[in-house]
């Protein structure tokens, strides 16, 4: 159903020098524990993505309790957060030969970064409960959705801080 799917998804796109290599390549990206999701633009020289926690990043932390996001025209820099997921969860803090195991609480802040600097374009949808972020891949909602400078975009995937997903 897929492969049905995305030549009419890539036909939607705009015709432009910045996304118009893009358009016989994939339409989702991996990085830094992150799937990044091509979308429309109507600025040539701008790339549109939809980000969101890609499977290994949330078998990485505990239970999202909060999500942060800058507000939407922000612009964010290479590395800096573009969100930011509050967890709690339990880890193994001793074990022995006998397989008895001890647990205590454990929180912490997983930071969503970016390859390249980006500007915020809107940040999730209200309905977004942090709980969501454990949805199976599919059906997890996005983070955030920025827009990057197209020679940005391109420079990141020339040096594989960017791969696609086939």
């Known amino acids: ?3 049905l799917i995305t030549p009419i998804l890539r036909q939607a796109l705009p015709h432009s020098r910045a996304v118009s290599s893009l358009r016989r390549g994939p339409l989702q990206y991996a990085t830094n524990d992150l799937l990044l999701q091509l979308e429309e633009s109507t600025d040539a020289d701008k790339v549109c993505l939809a980000v969101t926690l890609e499977e290994s990043a949330v078998e990485s932390i505990g239970d999202p309790v909060e999500v942060k996001v800058p ?59 942090p709980g969501d972020l454990l949805l199976p891949q599919a059906e997890r909602p996005f983070l955030v959705h920025v827009e990057v400078d197209a020679w ?15």
């Open 71 to 129: 507000a939407a025209g922000t612009i964010t820099a290479q590395g800096a957060p573009v969100a930011q997921v509050s967890w709690e969860g339990f880890l193994r803090s001793e074990g022995d030969e006998l397989y008895h195991a001890v647990w205590t609480n454990a929180k912490g802040v997983y930071n969503v970064t970016l390859p390249f600097a980006a500007r915020v374009t809107q940040q999730r949808a209200a309905a977004v409960e």
């Open 1 to 3: 159903m897929l492969a």
């Open 152 to 166: 940005r975009w391109r420079a990141s995937l020339e040096s594989g801080a960017v791969t696609p997903l086939l």
